[in-house]
């Protein structure tokens, strides 16, 4: 089984209403969560992943502020994981073929600057504020994990406003990448 988490509603990949905190199984071999945002979510996919031990693998869907390099409007598999200072904390195979980005966040909105190490980086820099702690809920249940991340802004400017935007053009695509997710098996 399945499952691939969004933070928002207007993240879901599948045309289907997902209400927000609760498990919406598409088919046999796949579930849909929205979890809300920061800690929210976090709180919202570990009661996901104990009430449905059948989930074999994770995927969150969502989008990303580039911090160093990520291009807005392109979409990212985030395979390297940091922390504050730079420091990689984790890194993941690539399930996709998408390119590859590392990524650090929090519970707060970026709102651009502040990591100097950023630049040092070979790839790009995206921040979210679930990415590392979905990764970590995910891996103390056992279970396999990867995310998938339109990069949306660079933390300024209105934010929600380009959210908006840069999903939309980018609906065919990411619901293109998704249709191969359906039967992913791990």
Not at 175 to 181: D, G, K, M, N, Q
């Amino acid at each position: 089984m399945n499952l691939i988490v969004f933070p928002l509603k207007h993240e879901n990949p599948f045309p289907n209403k997902v209400p927000t905190g609760t498990v919406t199984k598409i088919h046999d071999n796949l579930m849909l969560l929205c979890s809300g945002m920061g800690s929210t979510g976090v709180l919202a996919l570990g009661r996901a992943l104990a009430e449905y031990p059948e989930i074999k693998t994770v995927c969150e869907f969502g989008t990303a502020a580039s911090v160093s390099k990520g291009v807005v409007g392109h979409i990212y598999e985030c395979t390297t994981f940091c922390d504050f200072n730079g420091g990689i904390i984790a890194s993941a195979q690539s399930f996709t073929g998408l390119p590859t980005a590392a990524v650090t966040g929090d519970d707060r909105l970026y709102t651009g600057g502040e990591y100097d190490w950023a630049d040092l980086l070979e790839m790009p820099l995206l921040y979210t504020m679930e990415t590392l702690r979905f990764r970590n809920i995910t891996l103390e249940f056992k279970k396999h994990f990867f995310s998938v991340r339109l990069v949306s802004d660079q933390g300024r400017g209105d934010i929600r406003e380009q959210v908006t935007q840069e999903l939309g053009k980018a609906k065919k695509q990411i619901r293109e990448i998704f249709s191969v997710f359906e039967n992913l098996s791990v």
